[in-house]
Every structure is written in structure tokens, then in C-alpha cells.
């Protein structure tokens, strides 16, 4: 992990929203595709629906102390993970009678964070570092960070499939690093395991004081493509395109996204290496936690509710409520990421029609929906694509069935019939049986 030279000056915040606020609107020109606010009972795991917890000491297979060294078991245990009732979610690393430290460390269900082509995704989390500094500090490691989606299931290909470091701090010190890993390890074009960062103080109260607002922007929109770091709106980091060979580039880049993660880890390399010694030591104290008020996910160009004749970009989030027609389906609000509505009470010869939906000169090859499923055992269908008529040829779909309720949202990919142009689309619905199977949310399309 970096470890960039500190600045000395301290820029001055304006005055901060409450812990606990709800998730910001869009900014004028996107559109959310997802976030978690951490509403809910006080002791409460994070939504299954949105996060996995990680237990043990690494991934089954994979490195061992999660491949930095950190001595800490993470765990599902309230004691180290769960809502506090005000709107955020607490991580806190204990330290046991034994000796022992346990944490905890999420990452999201969703694995294709990325933005479409010509878009730039904006990944935030406004969030606390564990309010404890000094020989107290030692060893502490708060992040909130990104991986590729090959590493779920593989562990062996990091850092080729790319890390965006969004927020890491070690020790209690005021500052926050923003760092991306590539290419191989050790040395090659992100000087691994180093990786390319940088470092700066968070303005106005300190990073461990006060909840801070974290950012990190891949833009596609830009030639050659940028990455960029935010602490508080304001940009301290940034890559190139540029400045890495194409291969390194499109290893990271050229996959189907990328999932978050947020934890605290105990001791490692990064901590290790800032204090010139092993932690955490016998001052280390126990119980601080990471405080996260919210996670977001935005896209640029996102006009997801046109104006009647407005194009709609088929690259963007496509809210299924935003149809112009359709045959035996109702509206209904959404306990989703966002809110809203989706469409519901959807079965065998179901429609959604959507005029002018824009895919440009570059054919889309692919579809993706997010949908949920309270259909009784054996009860399935088809979600399907189609041009111009809701009985045209199929372009391609996925089969679905009973994901865990009508609100269990996950989101399924399918490879299309490649289309281009200005077309009117389909989405359409058939299952062998009579029963309702599925609820729709949105869907996007991508190359």
C-alpha cells in the first residue's frame, strides 16, 4: 500500500451534514445506480441483499491474512459489525481477553461497478476513520476500497484485475491515501506492492474527528481515460491512461466491474512500514470503530426518465417505471437501493415497451437487469429483449426464479444480438406457468 509524503496545509471545509444523513440526490447530469444508506435497528447486520461478510483470515483459497499481513480474524459478530440505529454502519476491531483481535470487512453482492462507455462512475462513501490517534493507534487500518470482479472466486490474479484504494488510513494519522494496484507483483507499472498514490490531511477537522466525504471518479468520457481521488470534494490524486501500458490498462479495465469493500483491519504491511515496527502493540486499545454513513454509486449522462420524445441513452440506468407502454403489469414502491418504484406483478406474456432508446454507432452487446423473485418452488420465466414488437425476434434474455422475495434484488447480465441506431425496445416476459415470476427495477445495456 503507499505511503505518499504528507502535505502540511490544511484546507478549510464547509460545514459538514449530520452523521446519519440520508444518501445525496443524483448531482444534476447523473443518475444513482446504486447506494446503501445503513438505515435500520440498532445491533442489525448490513443488508444481505447488498453485502457479503467476510470471516477468517483469508478467502477459502486465497492468501493467507487476506495477503497484507493484518493479524486480525474478521467476523459476523455484532460486536464488531451492525447498524448503530442512527443511519450508519459501525466496524470496530476487539481485542479479546486472550489476546486475540477480531473485525469485520464487507463487500458488495454487486460485481459490475463500471462505468459505460463515453460515462464516468463516481464511487463515495462518507464515512469516519476510528477516532484514536497516537501510541493508541498503532496498527489500525480503516479502508474503503475496490477490487475487479475476477479476484471473487480466483484470488491469484491480483494486482492484474486492479484495485481502486478510495479511502485508507494507518495509526491514528490525519490523512487519507488514495492509491491504485495493477499490473504484476512485485515492481511492473503500479511498482508493486507500493502501488501509485498519494496522500493528503482531510480538510478542516481531522480525519478521525469527524465524518469526511471520500470520492473516486473513472472517467471514460476523457481521452485517454483518468482516474481521480476526492477527499471532501476536494482532488488530491489522479492516473492517466497515459501513464500505463495498454495491457496493464486493459487487464483492469476491460473485465465486468468492480465490487466495494469496507472493513478495518489490525496490523500488515501498511501500518507495519509507516511505524517502523510491528503493531498492533500493547497500547494499541481496543473498540474504536469506523463510522459509514453512506455508500453511493453515480453515472454521468444519466437521464434515466426522459421527457416524452427525449432519446434515451442505452448506456445509462433505465428505471423499468420510466416505460411508455405496457400489458399486465402495475407499478409499486421499491425498497431497492435509491427507492423509487419497479414494475411489478409480472408474468407469462408481460410487456414494457420503451420508445427511442439511443445505443449509437457502437453496437451493444449485452443487457442487464436488476430483478427480484417471490415465485413459489418451480414457478420461472424468461426476461427477454426485443426490437420494435413485443412478439420480434429475441435478442437475448436470462431465466429467473425465486431470488428470496419480491424485494431481494440481484442483478443478471445477458449476452444480446448486437444493436445499434435509435430503436424502440421491448422488454418482455414468458414462463410455462401461469403465476407471477418476477419484478423489475431497471436495466442498462453495454458494449
Not at 440520508?22 to 453485502?51: E, H, I, K, Q, Y
Request: proline content about 7%; some cysteine.
Amino acid at each position: 500500500m503507499a505511503a505518499a509524503a504528507l502535505p502540511a496545509a490544511v484546507a478549510t471545509a464547509a460545514p459538514a451534514p449530520p452523521a446519519g444523513a440520508s444518501v445525496p440526490p443524483p448531482p444534476d447530469g447523473w443518475s444513482l445506480v446504486w447506494s446503501d444508506d445503513f438505515d435500520g435497528p440498532a445491533g442489525a447486520r448490513p443488508s444481505s441483499a447488498n453485502w457479503i461478510i467476510d470471516t477468517g483470515h483469508g478467502y477459502p483459497g486465497g492468501p493467507a491474512n487476506w495477503g497484507t499481513g493484518e493479524i486480525q480474524r474478521y467476523t459476523a459478530d455484532p460486536a464488531n459489525i451492525g447498524l448503530d440505529g442512527g443511519g450508519n454502519l459501525r466496524i470496530t476491531p476487539v481485542k479479546s481477553s486472550s489476546g486475540e483481535w477480531t473485525s469485520a470487512r464487507i463487500e458488495t453482492q454487486r460485481t459490475d461497478f463500471k462505468p459505460a462507455d463515453g460515462r464516468v462512475l463516481r464511487i463515495e462513501g462518507r464515512l469516519q476513520m476510528p477516532n484514536v490517534t497516537g501510541s493508541q493507534a498503532l496498527g489500525y487500518w480503516p479502508a474503503f476500497w475496490a477490487l475487479g470482479s475476477p479476484y471473487r472466486g480466483n484470488y491469484q490474479n491480483w494486482p492484474a484485475i486492479g484495485e481502486f484504494d478510495i479511502m485508507e488510513n494507518v495509526n491514528g494519522i490525519n490523512s487519507v491515501w488514495g492509491v491504485l494496484h495493477c499490473g504484476t507483483n512485485p515492481g511492473g507499472a503500479c511498482n508493486e506492492s507500493t502501488g501509485i498514490g498519494a496522500s493528503r490531511t482531510c480538510p478542516g477537522s481531522t480525519c478521525q474527528s469527524a465524518m469526511h466525504t471520500f470520492r473516486f471518479e473513472w472517467d471514460r468520457s476523457a481521452s485517454p481515460n483518468q482516474l481521480r481521488w476526492y477527499v471532501d470534494g476536494q482532488q488530491y490524486h489522479s492516473v492517466s491512461q497515459s501513464q500505463l501500458d495498454a495491457t496493464t490498462w486493459a487487464n483492469m479495465t476491460q473485465h465486468a466491474g468492480y465490487f466495494l469493500l469496507l472493513n478495518v483491519a489490525m496490523g500488515g504491511a501498511f501500518p507495519n512500514g509507516v511505524a517502523g515496527h510491528g503493531t498492533p502493540t500493547a497500547d494499541t486499545v481496543s473498540g474504536r470503530p469506523m463510522l459509514v454513513d453512506y455508500v453511493a454509486v453515480w453515472q454521468s449522462g444519466g437521464g434515466t426518465t426522459p421527457e416524452p420524445g427525449d432519446p434515451v441513452d442505452a448506456r445509462s440506468i433505465i428505471q423499468a417505471e420510466s416505460r411508455q407502454a405496457q400489458s399486465g403489469t402495475q407499478l409499486e414502491t421499491t425498497t431497492d437501493s435509491g427507492g423509487g418504484q419497479n414494475v411489478g406483478y409480472i408474468g407469462n406474456g408481460d410487456w414494457l415497451r420503451y420508445d427511442d432508446v439511443a445505443f449509437g454507432g457502437t453496437a451493444a452487446t449485452q443487457f442487464k437487469a436488476r430483478v427480484a423473485s417471490g415465485a413459489s418452488a418451480g414457478v420461472s420465466g424468461l426476461v427477454q429483449v426485443r426490437l420494435d414488437s413485443p412478439t420480434g425476434p429475441v435478442l437475448g434474455g436470462f431465466a429467473v426464479g425465486d431470488t428470496g422475495g419480491w424485494q431481494s434484488w440481484r442483478t443478471i447480465p445477458a449476452n444480446i444480438s448486437g444493436v445499434t441506431g435509435t430503436r424502440t425496445v421491448y422488454i418482455t416476459f414468458s414462463s410455462g406457468q401461469p403465476a407471477d415470476f418476477v419484478n423489475l427495477n431497471w436495466f442498462t445495456f453495454s458494449s
